[in-house]
């Protein structure tokens, strides 16, 4: 199925896989202008798709000074790990019990026959 995206998604997706590549370096300064430029679009969708990141966490506005990407520290990889292990734990604890089930009722249909 096509699906048709914003001028702002196209932008938004552009930059973020710039971050998630490394094109684009932690700490780096981002410039409306030369993402507009590259992308050949107006930059009110590039500050629609900073507002996007921002939001998300992968950018950070600095007034007077610009937009730049998001630095992650070791605590900050240290929180995301923790709050995928809680926020995933329970999914895993009812894969393992339906796993665990479906040996015994293997064992269970083994035996008999």
Same mark, same amino acid.
């Given at each position: 199925?096509?699906?048709?995206?914003?001028?702002?998604?196209?932008?938004?997706?552009? @930059?973020?896989?710039?971050?998630?590549?490394?094109?684009?370096? %932690?700490?780096?300064?981002?410039?409306?202008? *030369? &993402?507009?430029? =590259?992308?050949?679009?107006?930059?009110?969708?590039?500050?629609?798709?900073?507002? @996007?990141?921002?939001?998300?966490?992968?950018?950070?506005?600095? %007034?007077?000074?610009?937009?730049?990407?998001? *630095? &992650?520290?070791? =605590?900050?990889?240290?929180?995301?790990?923790?709050?995928?292990?809680?926020?995933?734990?329970?999914?895993?604890?009812?894969?393992?019990?339906?796993?665990?089930?479906?040996?015994?009722?293997?064992?269970?249909?083994?035996?008999?026959?």
């Amino acid at each position: 199925m096509i699906t048709i995206g914003s001028i702002v998604d196209y932008a938004k997706n552009f @930059i973020e896989q710039c971050i998630v590549t490394g094109e684009l370096s %932690p700490g780096q300064r981002i410039k409306e202008e *030369e &993402i507009a430029k =590259k992308l050949e679009i107006s930059r009110p969708p590039v500050r629609e798709a900073f507002k @996007i990141l921002e939001a998300e966490g992968l950018i950070r506005r600095n %007034p007077r000074r610009g937009v730049f990407v998001t *630095e &992650i520290t070791s =605590k900050d990889v240290w929180e995301i790990y923790t709050l995928k292990m809680v926020y995933c734990a329970p999914f895993f604890k009812t894969f393992f019990m339906v796993q665990k089930c479906r040996v015994f009722h293997a064992a269970f249909l083994k035996f008999s026959s």
